[in-house]
């Protein structure tokens, strides 16, 4: 098993962190140093660390881009928008049903175009002669075809470049339609530096022209929004499950399992519960400054972090009875729970993982792992900013470069007449005496090892001498790096799009990850990587017959 | 029912692609560039396109598949990426030490023109490229074409290594265009059976289909070294398999090298492969051994085993050219009956030849040479069919329309095997009608009543 052929020399960070750096040139490591950060696991002692700065050219990375953040990650699990690519094929292609979001469309007359991939398939007479009128016919092709509720329209690299306006373009079709909202995204790869770029793009669009579309009362009691939850492998179906079971009512995901109404809604929710800090926390300060709904984050990722997550609604609302529903649920949920990590905790205890994932996944999968008594080594985002590492109060300090700055930030305001604060200052204030905070993330970093590395935009050869070095029991990255890390003979997990399985959310979930990573560590396959032959090749002059 | 919306009539669209039969040129590019011993393939443009090309292949391959990026932002794209590619092919050849960078554009350093060979010039001249290190380039401007012309204009690419000394090396260039690692291996077998000394271009066989063995290299032992590409202008000849894939490299060496050419299909099924077989008897001037007789004895026995199975079922085909073509001579040269044929790929000669080859059916046929996967769905809403052959895609009309599907094409992410077991050639005819059979007659195992369900076939 892997354990047992583990490297017995002591490395410590600093020699691990230079010999990271020592293959590239100069000024590459210059630049990698500042990202790669050995915690101090306390935050007036830990070192500043550089995130949402460009990645090098030349240098593999693990990212993607713009437009995979917003029209994969975001949109991607909304059901019933028609999306289509404005571009040449490829990006359409790339990102149709690669991330295993999951919807439920089974109720009547329910629309589902998820597995529909609609693109303008831009030819070259389209790039030099300008690609409006095609992306006007194509929309009206759609809503002959389907009429959706709404068509989103996503710029591709080459749109940009020969300057389609593709907003002109959806509000003259929208127009046109009357009953059909068309909306555009400018989310061109080369915008941004990572994803991330795109989940703005995204989420400030949606808010500008589909949130609080439907003013419609909503029934329920306890009535939450659950912002940055995108339904991978099932697991917004198990938060819904638990949040049903509290009684507690869903207004809208985003995006996980979501469709237009659910966003046009969002504003009758009572509070906001922010996943992924990263995808969307401006979100929740938006629908806080504009309809006056507070914000808290939670963690639905572990058995533990869901239950105290739903304590933390349970304590925002207040309602004895209403607390005391969710103790039932928690307690019956438990010992399903409890029995599993008892199992599968005699073969994990001790074991070491590895993650460098998207936004909040590489910090949130450490509580699972920490259930199984496993101890994250390294870990780092893929595309998340300073205060996802380091906590919101850097926010202020974060310089905006140009690459962010060309990302439209917009402001928005008190709604005249929906304004409305669900508390009232002192109501708040009492419960953040109580311990509830209100927006708040402290970062990744205090809850990580001191000693341990941190590394922003990790990439695949730091990612290769990482596992070199430290040999962890698990790695969890994307598909692009699951082969290499897997072939130095160490199971690699997918924690974007999870390969397979799943769910790992909430509580059936957590039991679904522990079996999981048991699996995965204790695969008899990682010891069949060398032939007897190469085990002991010495050579015997006679075969011994038994 | 997963394509809900998708309705029986056929309106004719203009300008909407709904679920495409075909990806853009890049990854066709990257496809065949790590088909090159010790390369790095290099996606010139921003880091999406890249992500995304190597998810694909990753998915499909189920290997390690490695690509710099020139990492494009907004700059770059507004200034032309110049400065991005040099220090790339700086940091590459710097911490991976590749043999061979292999450079694609992308819709984006496409549209803003930059100028590949002028880049690397100026990469070599600034000393970005080591001594004895190469950098090989092609334009696959991604609203251009398919992922096939991609594979085509990389293969094209690597032709401007080839060198003629003057002196005929006796061996063939076997061009085997985009097929799987197993394909590659395959052509390698049979042609080495033939008695033929071959030089095939790409070869990802031994790059996409490696052990694992606790030891991870970026570059595996397999791949056309560069070596054997120079040689590739000292050959007696080229076979290019498929006019769209490969045809175009073929042309450039006989241009630049006087290597001649000859065009054939890829050898999917009975035909095809004779005609490859035969094509390398001629050319080598060698009697074809017993063996490979045999071989091809074995499938022409299936065929007249199984006949009554194949015998005029209707089959829904969906997939590149290349391989559209020779699937469709297979499957009418066993009298099944291809009646809706669909090809990313926009082209009259497609058509043609799809027509001539279908012109014997004894029912309609619809083909479309651009088409996409919605439209095949409302043929067969309009005209069920037995079968559909196509990528992972058409698993959704599969099962909304309740027809086995056989997994065939790019991409494949959701089964194994393709990587390993080959389709080319006599044996992977054989594999093929095992494939068609199984799934067939799982299918009359699974409807058949209580009654008539029956032990022997
Ligand atoms: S931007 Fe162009 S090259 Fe890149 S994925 Fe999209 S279509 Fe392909
Ligand atoms: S970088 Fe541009 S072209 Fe490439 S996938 Fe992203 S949007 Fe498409």
Known sequence: MATAKKKLVKWEPTDIKEEMLKKYPPKVARKRAKQIMINEALENETPEITANVRTIPGIITMRGCTYAGCKGVILGPTRDIVNITHGPIGCGFYSWLTRRNQTDASGEGDENYMPYCFSTDMEDKDIIFGGEKKLAAAIQEAYDLFHPKAIAIFATCPVGLIGDDIHAVAKQMKEKFGDCNVFGFSCEGYKGVSQSAGHHIANNQIFKHVVGENDEEKPGEYRINLLGEYNIGGDGFEIDRILKLCGITNIATFSGNSTYDQFASAHKADLNCVMCHRSINYVADMLETKFGIPWIKVNFIGAESTAKSLRKIGTYFGDKSFIEKIEAVIAAEMPEIEAVVADVRTRTEGKTAMMFVGGSRAHHYQDLFSEMGMKTLSAGYEFAHRDDYEGRHVIPNLKVDADSRNIEEITVEADDTRYAPRKTEAELAALEEGGLKFKEYEGLIPDMDKGSLIIDDCNQYEAEKLVEILKPDIFCAGIKEKYSIQKLGVPMKQLHSYDSGGPYAGFKGAINFYKEIDRLTNSKVWSYMKAPWQESPELSATYVWE | ?457
């Open chain 2, 1 to 457: 029912m997963l394509l809900r919306h998708t309705p029986n009539e056929v309106a004719e669209r203009k300008a909407l692609t709904i679920n495409p039969a075909k990806t853009c040129q890049p990854v066709g590019a990257m496809y065949a560039a790590l088909g090159v011993h010790g390369c790095l393939p290099h996606s010139h443009g921003s880091q999406g396109c890249c992500a995304y090309h190597r998810s694909m292949l990753t998915r499909h391959y189920k290997e390690p598949v490695s690509a710099g990026t020139s990492s494009f932002t907004e700059g770059a794209s507004v200034f032309g990426g110049q400065a991005n590619l040099v220090q790339a092919l700086d940091n590459m050849f710097t911490v991976y030490e590749p043999e061979v960078v292999a450079v694609h554009t992308t819709c984006l350093s496409e549209t803003i023109g930059d100028d590949l060979p002028q880049i690397t010039d100026k990469a070599t001249k600034d000393g970005k490229v080591p001594e004895g290190k190469h950098v090989i380039y092609a334009n696959t401007p991604s609203y251009v074409g398919t992922h096939v012309t991609g594979f085509s204009n990389m293969v094209k690419g690597m032709v401007k290594l080839a060198e003629s000394t003057g002196v005929k090396n006796g061996k063939v260039n076997v061009i085997p265009g985009w097929v799987e690692p197993a394909d590659m291996e395959e052509i390698k077998r049979l042609s080495a059976l033939v008695g033929v000394d071959i030089t095939m271009f790409p070869d990802t066989s031994g790059v996409l289909n490696g052990p694992l063995s606790g030891k991870y290299s970026m570059f595996p032992e397999g791949g056309t070294t560069v070596k054997e590409l120079k040689s590739t202008g000292d050959a007696i000849g080229t076979l290019a398999l498929g006019e769209w894939c490969s045809a175009d490299a073929a042309r450039l060496l006989d241009t630049q090298h006087k290597v001649p050419c000859k065009v054939l299909d890829m050898p999917f099924g009975l035909k095809a492969t004779d005609r490859f077989v035969d094509a390398l008897r001629i050319i080598a001037g060698v009697n074809v051994p017993e063996e490979v007789s045999r071989e091809r004895g074995q499938l022409v026995d299936m065929i007249s085993d199984m006949h009554q199975y194949f015998y005029h079922k209707k089959v829904a085909l969906a997939g590149d050219p290349d391989q559209v073509i020779a699937l469709t001579e297979f499957l009418v040269s066993i009298d099944m009956c291809p009646v809706h044929i669909v090809t990313g790929t926009q082209s009259k000669k497609v058509k043609a030849r799809l027509e001539e080859l279908t012109a014997d059916v004894p029912f309609k046929v619809n083909i479309a040479a651009k088409g996409d996967m919605f439209l095949l769905h409302q043929w067969i809403k309009n005209e069920p069919v037995d079968l559909i052959i196509g990528n992972t895609y058409a698993k959704y009309i599969a099962r909304d329309e309740d027809i086995p599907l056989v997994r065939f094409g790019f991409p494949i992410i959701d089964r194994v095997g393709h990587q390993y077991f080959p389709t080319v050639g006599y044996k992977g005819g054989l594999r093929l009608l095992e494939i068609i059979l199984g799934r067939l007659l799982d299918r009359t195992d699974r409807d058949a009543p209580e009654e008539s369900f029956e032990l022997v076939y």
